[in-house]
């Protein structure tokens, strides 16, 4: 049997090998090659003639909807799956009507993933079961927009009145990136403008207070853990997961702290504050760079146990992490109440 060829398309190189490792011993495909920005994408299709496409849509120098519906327009045959960080349901809503085949999220386990690739070169479709519900038809009358962290974050620095550049100076992202999370916030407040999306704020003023901030100690007084007490930092830009880990480390000791953050600056803001005793950083923080997180938090307390975590174990991955100082690097997958409860027996 001849087997499908798959083109791989991720601005993270190891992100790339990860997926890669995860799927290339499946018996009905064979990976024909790896880009990592837009114009390599249009080239290496036009070159290879890839069956399916596994693709971060997020890369440098591509407009997700519009390439997506040229390739779609192109080359009909192609199955394109999309493997992303994101789950906003106007994003994926687009996407699906742009002409893609799946849409998998990244911290969903690899069997899925591997799952997610037969089912799409099957002709089937493709949904991350947490994404189903919402993209099922919501009741009529008014509701509030379902903003991100992140979103919330611009929209607050939009109506503190910074422009593009400094807000991506600030959230140290690229400009194009902001404008990305931008053009998806307009579409969700149903305006047109950053002008517009400042109105609205002062129209809906608990349109901001629906950013969850995760939980921190007083500013003026911070009460530092003790000797025998152990505090827990989880720095990772899904909530879902990090409630999911949250959860399973109060199964294993309830008494213990636990801070979140979703972004290197919130975690290195908290660190100072309440020198956390462990800390799980994820490798991929969006736009982010889990492992100059990981850096940056040993600057500020050298004696905080990191622990790198990564739906997609790569040695590259590890090998960096352990040169900027984490002590351990860890699969997701493996990230169980043992595993938890020997990391905090030995901080006891």
């Known amino acids: 049997m001849e087997r499908s060829r798959v083109l791989l398309a991720d601005d993270h190189a190891v992100v790339r090998a990860g997926i890669r490792k995860a799927i290339e ?62 789950d906003d349901d106007f994003y994926v809503q687009g996407l699906l009507a742009a002409g893609v085949n ?20 099957a002709g089937e479709k493709w949904l991350t079961g947490s994404l ?30 910074l422009d593009n550049r400094t807000i991506a100076s600030r959230l140290k992202l690229s400009v194009k990136t902001i404008e990305n999370h931008l053009t998806r916030l ?13 109105r609205y704020c002062r129209e809906h003023p608990d349109t901001l207070s629906m950013v969850q901030v995760s939980p921190a100690p007083p500013l003026e007084q911070p009460s ?44 290195v803001r908290i660190v100072r504050m309440v020198r956390p005793t462990i800390t799980f950083v994820d490798v991929i923080l969006g736009d982010e760079d ?10 500020e307390h050298p004696s905080n146990r990191i622990i790198l975590i990564s739906a997609y174990p790569d040695r590259e991955f590890r ?6 100082g984490a002590m351990a690097f860890i699969d997701k997958k493996d990230l169980d109440a043992a595993s938890i409860g020997q990391m905090i027996g030995d901080n006891s």
């Open 319 to 324: 090998r960096l992490g352990l040169e900027v």
């Open 290 to 299: 889990g492992i100059f997180c990981v850096k940056q938090i040993k600057a």
């Open 186 to 198: 307009y579409r969700q407040l149903n305006v047109q403008s950053r002008l517009e999306a400042v």
């Open 224 to 267: 530092l853990p003790g000797a025998d007490q152990v505090s827990i930092l989880l720095v990772e830009d899904n909530k879902r997961y990090r409630q999911q880990l949250r959860r399973t480390i109060g199964h294993v000791a309830s008494h213990i702290k636990v801070y979140e953050a979703s972004c290197c600056d919130e975690a």
């Open 25 to 86: 011993d499946l018996p009905e495909i064979r990976i024909i090659g790896e880009v990592g920005n837009g114009p390599d994408l249009r080239r290496a299709i036009s070159e290879l003639l890839p069956d399916c496409l596994l693709i971060d849509i997020t890369m440098p120098d591509f407009e997700p909807i519009s390439e997506i519906r040229a390739i779609r327009d192109e080359y009909p045959a192609i199955a394109i799956l999309v493997v992303s960080a994101y």
């Open 132 to 161: 189903v519900d919402k993209l099922l038809p919501k009741p009529s009358g008014h509701s509030k927009p379902k903003l991100s962290e992140r979103q919330l974050d611009i929209l607050q620095l939009l109506v503190d009145g």
């Open 102 to 121: 799946g849409y998998h999220l990244k911290d969903q386990p690899l069997s899925d993933l591997r799952m997610a690739v037969s089912r799409v070169l």
